[in-house]
């Protein structure tokens, strides 16, 4: 598979922030760090990692709104600021720009590599993982 991210469209939920990227991916990691899982309030994050210049913001960027982990190193996150969707941010350092892979339209033609963190999941994410699958609500 392509590690190839080509013009792949985003959004936040609302719609008034959209964006579209393109470029080498250096990495897609499922986060399951405790900063991850209360930042996105679900059992892990996913996140593609390009470089900062792989972006290009079509609407809404006056909509943006970010946040700092004071002690951390390297966490942010960006959302929006109607909606509180998390959009993609330049990392602390600015080495790094880091895309929510789910703020993409469809599939982005790269997958995750690994679960980072894994010690830290969430207490009930296994047993998740083999719950029953439903197309809708069950």
Same mark, same amino acid.
């Given at each position: ?32 760090? *405790? ?5 996105? +309030? &679900? ?10 210049? !792989? $972006?290009? @913001? ?36 600015? *080495? ?5 892979? +789910? &703020? ?10 690994? !679960? $980072?963190? @894994? ?20």
């Amino acid at each position: 598979m392509s590690r190839q991210l080509k013009n792949i469209s985003g959004s936040c939920l609302c719609g008034e922030v959209t964006f579209v990227v393109s470029g080498e991916v250096s990495a897609f990691h499922l986060c399951h760090c *405790t900063r991850c899982r209360r930042s996105t +309030g &679900s059992a892990h994050a996913s996140n593609i990692f390009t470089k900062p210049e !792989n $972006i290009a @913001w079509l609407s809404g960027e006056d909509k943006i709104h970010r946040y700092e982990h004071p002690s951390a190193k390297t966490f942010a996150k960006q959302f929006c600021a109607q909606c509180g969707s998390g959009l993609p941010y330049i990392n602390r350092p600015g *080495t790094a720009l880091v895309i929510p892979a +789910g &703020s993409l339209q469809g599939d982005p033609g790269v997958v995750p590599e690994d !679960n $980072i963190f @894994w010690d830290s999941r969430a207490a009930w994410y296994d047993q998740g993982v083999k719950a029953v699958c439903c197309a809708e609500y069950c």
